[in-house]
């Protein structure tokens, strides 16, 4: 089944007793067994869940994984994921990595007895020298965030193998219509579903996909211990938001590429990170391993963080908010916002700089898109 099909079908045949075309939300925490010992498969909510696991299910599909796991949040997924490691353990993770990543790695897990490295790992060769006998996880971003690097899925499976890593893969940017990862050997793929797989901006949600039988049963008995489920009506929301994924998605890249072709020849800007673009440093391999390059843009104004601050505050389509992958476009300052919890000589020296500005391209009609850019940068 194609992922167009699979989005609308998977895990949604009509309900049963009804006929139903859409998933009820089984807005219930327990269920009645006709005796002791006996259910049909659901016993209480943190567990199973049916709406849940519709969207479990479609998900796996759209991962091409053997299973889906629903959490609360991304920040709950990946919070959960960590559940596989003990204390003692290292950890290599990219740099840029969504900013709450680094904040629970680096502010609740080293409490824990598990220890980071954070290196570039859009150059292997980094992680390599990053290995410690202690080492049992790589955790990817890719492209990262906001510097939209591209990380070498295939290189990356390989060199963990060898040093017997799990890898993880946070999928979020991408969005499984653009990029597979499991495909190319990773282990897990998180996901922030708040963004491009809900994609209207009016849920917080997140999930795992896996293929492993053994990290699956540790992983599922985590997420039920732990209990960072998400509630039905979210799910709901999230599997409505599944259905039109790859329209969306395609309509989101169409707009992001004009936008960056737009601002790449901007006299008022600097330079511009988009993987869409031939001449991006990533661009080649990022066309390897992903079939599209997503909405995300950075772009480095040619001028000062208060300028940066005129053109963030001027525009009227694009709104200021962070958040990223929804129907709406938004602008965004990373230094001053997401990544405001990143040291300021650290994140400075990784390029996220007084100038530095993200965009997450809508499915607005371009021509708006673009004026109301143009009307931003020559105001301030
Ligand atoms: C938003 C985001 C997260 C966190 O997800 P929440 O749903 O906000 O908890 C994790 N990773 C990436 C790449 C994100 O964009």
Redesign the pocket.
């Given at each position: 089944m194609r992922f167009e099909t699979a989005a609308i079908h998977v895990g949604q045949e009509p309900e049963e007793k009804t006929g139903a075309i859409v998933v009820p939300i089984f807005q219930t925490a327990t269920y009645a067994q006709p005796a002791i010992g006996q259910h049909k498969g659901y016993e209480y909510s943190r567990t199973h869940n049916p709406t849940r696991k519709a969207l479990e299910q479609c998900l796996a599909a759209l991962e091409g994984g053997k299973y889906g796991l629903g959490f609360a949040?991304?920040?709950?997924?990946?919070t959960t994921s960590m559940s596989l490691l003990k204390k003692g353990d290292h950890v290599i993770s990219s740099d840029d990595?969504?900013g709450?990543?680094y904040r629970v790695f680096e502010r609740i897990f080293r409490d824990f007895g598990l220890d980071f490295t954070f290196v570039d790992t859009s150059d292997l060769a980094n992680v390599v020298a990053a290995v410690k006998p202690n080492t049992r996880m790589l955790w990817l971003?890719t492209p990262t965030?906001p510097l939209l690097k591209v990380v070498d899925l295939r290189g990356a499976v390989e060199l963990a193998r060898k040093h017997n890593m799990m890898t993880v893969v946070?999928n979020?940017?991408a969005s499984p219509y653009f990029q597979r990862p499991l495909e190319f050997g990773i282990d897990i793929v998180?996901?922030?579903?708040?963004?491009f797989l809900g994609g209207h901006s009016d849920v917080?949600?997140?999930a795992a996909v896996l293929s492993d039988d053994k990290i699956f049963e540790r992983l599922s008995f985590a997420q039920n211990a732990m209990g960072a489920i998400p509630g039905p009506f979210d799910c709901w929301l999230v599997l409505r938001g599944l259905k039109t994924l790859a329209v969306r998605m395609r309509q989101h890249e169409a707009n992001a590429r004009a936008i960056a072709e737009f601002l790449h020849q901007h006299k008022r800007v600097q330079s511009v990170l988009y993987p869409g673009l031939p001449s991006f440093k990533y661009h080649e391999r990022a066309k390897k391993q992903m079939s599209g390059f997503g909405s995300l843009i950075s772009f480095y104004l040619d001028g000062s963080e208060s300028q940066a601050r005129k053109v963030c505050a001027a525009t009227k389509v694009f709104s200021l908010a962070e958040?990223?992958?929804g129907v709406e476009s938004l602008i965004e300052h990373p230094g001053l916002m997401t990544h405001a919890s990143i040291p300021t000589e650290l994140r400075e020296s990784r390029g996220i700089t007084g100038n530095f500005i993200r965009l997450s391209v809508g499915i607005e009609h371009i021509d708006d898109l673009i004026a109301d850019l143009d009307m931003a940068l020559k105001s301030a």
């Open positions: 949040s991304g920040m709950a997924a990946i990595v969504y709450g990543t971003e965030n946070d979020t940017f998180v996901h922030s579903t708040t963004k917080v949600g997140g958040s990223l992958g």
